[in-house]
């Protein structure tokens, strides 16, 4: 039992690391629903080009706004922007939606 018991740590164990390292990708989709950012963090590495699209499902329209990134960009109701984002240091990045500030808050994660 305990042999059992211990297996099932380091395999949630190993879960949990492999979500909180960044990821090797380019590209990142952001959908904003009820005024929030889905996902609301994003893993990525250091020293990498990257594009985050940002797809608004709501009726209304939103800004996406990083004061950290040196980013606005208006998102009308059901459409959607690309964002090029340069390569990064190591760090932490944050964004939100300038209409929804209270709600609608995000963070870049670079490793």
């Not at 980013?71 to 090029?84: D, N, R, S, V, Y």
Request: charged share 30%; aromatic share 10%.
């Amino acid at each position: 039992m305990k042999k059992f018991s211990l297996i099932l740590i380091l395999f949630f164990h190993s879960l949990n690391c492999f979500a909180q390292d960044p990821i090797a990708k380019d590209e990142f989709v952001i959908k904003i629903k009820n005024h929030r950012f889905e996902p609301d963090l994003i893993n990525v590495l250091a020293n990498t080009k990257f594009k985050i699209i940002v797809e608004n499902l709501d009726n209304t329209i939103e800004e996406f706004e990083s004061d950290d990134l040196k980013k606005e960009k208006l998102i009308g109701a059901g459409k959607k922007i690309t964002l090029q984002i340069s390569p990064l240091k190591a760090g932490e990045y944050k964004f939100y939606g300038d209409f929804h500030q209270k709600t609608a808050q995000g963070k870049i994660i670079v490793k």
